[in-house]
């Protein structure tokens, strides 16, 4: 079975904070981090050092957002190109079959500051997910007047592709079970054969899908839904609430403004 809830249960100031003011001083976070200029790698060490120590207060162990997070490298090969593409301050070159590449110093600084700004903004998604149950999350946003239709979206997602991977995986077993196996392990059928066969799972798993969001749209519109699940357990937030989210927020913009500053004078 599928699950997309990454929280850890603990007792601490982080899990017991609200679940809108965590959203904010994250996102907050993460466009800090995205603003700081290239190459100022101790900039970014300190924002690093801030997400391990509040995983070290949230008690869900320092390093493990950082162990985490590098399932998000795969994305990094989109910014890879950057070695080769700049031309300032040239390094090395060398020829690729008919290519001649270069690896420029700005390419590999661009790179890495990226990668960095991608590693960290990633844990500090991570540490929420590790300290906000799913719900409480999805409630934040309608909280927070992001649009219904997304807060909809994500909502359902979270609950139905736990329900599409359990499908898909029933299917995958059928399949098994109906295919021919040698003794030496070998199956029968060609990779074109076993693609033609994956394809018409895919197909089939697709209708499923498409015939069961049918149903389920017209069973939840016969009870009366509008568009926006709605709870009676919301509550506005204190005083002190949006002291704490003014208060990061004027961190975050202070630490950026002057780390750009200094960038400017060096």
Known sequence: MLDLDRYVHRQSVFHRADARVKFIATVAFIVTVSLLPVGSYL??????????AAAAIARVGPFLPARRAFLAAP????AFPLIFTRPEDPLATFALGPLTLTISGEGLRQFT?????SWISVQAALLLAFTTPFHELVDAL???????????????MYRYLAVLAAESSRMSRARAARSAEAPDGRRGGSIA???????????????????RSERIYAAMQARGFEGEIRHIHSRALRPVEYLAIGGVIALCALYAAVVNVLQVLR
């Open 43 to 52: 900039a970014l060490g300190v924002a690093w050092l801030v997400v391990i």
């Open 75 to 78: 994305f990094l090969l989109a």
């Open 113 to 117: 500051t990226i990668a960095l700004k």
């Open 142 to 156: 309608r909280q927070l007047r992001l649009p219904k239709i997304m807060v909809s979206i994500i909502s359902f």
């Open 193 to 211: 054969w076993r693609a033609k066969v994956t394809g018409g799972l895919v197909g089939s798993l697709f209708l499923r899908s498409y015939e």
